[in-house]
């Protein structure tokens, strides 16, 4: 079956504190993985995605996320947090169709 | 300037009423669709367009009925509103509704069902 998992539910973190966010597909077809930030009360955009190629995807506001084909994962990480960081980040997946499939979200709040 | 914008942004009504929801988007893409996020704030596509052709359709009740009348706009429709639609629904877009396009969302409508 192909699903997508967000391993953390809530992610409470100080500021300047690095942060990772852990996702993980269950697939046997090839992927296509993106990870969505949504600020309080807007709607989805794009932090990074990955299609192919290098395994480090750099994103925009500070972030990244590396793909691991062995353990099918694709994990976000942020060096260092700021309070405007506070919202929910969502893993996204492409199977072998056209639909994204959602994690069911992290919530990071950062406090100062 | 907005990419993509929907209307109305809040919408608050009574069981078995009948609204509307519109879609905008001005980025030129010939692919746009419909997702419902519950209060868990998990997200579901519902529908799919692309030149104006239906092309995701998922389990949805047939009270839902979207309406591509160009490739610019996507407005949702939903017949006896019930509780369990309160939710908030988004519209999205992107370029060819590849498996590699990035979706370009909406601000959300948030839909309350008294």
């Known amino acids: 079956a192909q699903s997508v998992t967000q391993l953390d539910s809530q992610v409470p973190v100080f500021e300047e504190a690095p942060v990772e966010l852990r996702c993980n597909y269950s697939?046997?077809?090839?992927?296509?993985l993106f990870w969505y930030v949504q600020y309080p009360n807007q709607g989805l955009q794009l932090l990074l995605k990955y299609l192919s190629g290098s395994t480090l995807v750099k994103g925009i506001n500070g972030f990244e996320a590396e793909f691991n084909k062995s353990q099918t994962s694709f994990h976000l990480r942020k060096p260092s947090v700021h309070i405007s960081d506070t919202a929910e980040y969502f893993c996204a997946v492409t199977f072998n169709d056209y639909k994204l499939s959602f994690g069911a979200g992290t919530t990071v709040t950062v406090r100062a | 300037d907005t990419a993509v914008s929907q209307t109305p942004k809040y919408l608050v009504t009574q069981m078995g009423n009948d609204k509307s929801i519109k879609c905008e988007q001005n980025l030129g893409h010939d692919t746009m669709y419909w997702y419902k996020q519950d209060s868990k704030k998990f997200l579901k596509i519902m529908f799919s367009y692309n030149n104006k052709e239906l092309i995701i359709n998922e389990t949805v009740p047939n009270r839902f009925s979207p309406k591509s009348p160009d490739k610019a706009h996507l407005n949702l429709h939903i017949n006896s509103l019930e509780l369990g639609d309160s939710a908030v629904y988004f519209c999205?877009?992107?370029?060819?509704?590849?498996?590699?396009?990035?979706?370009?969302f909406g601000p959300g409508t948030r839909l309350t069902v008294l």
């Open positions: 999205a877009s992107s370029s060819k509704g590849a498996s590699t396009d990035t979706q370009y």
């Open positions: 697939s046997s077809v090839s992927v296509y």
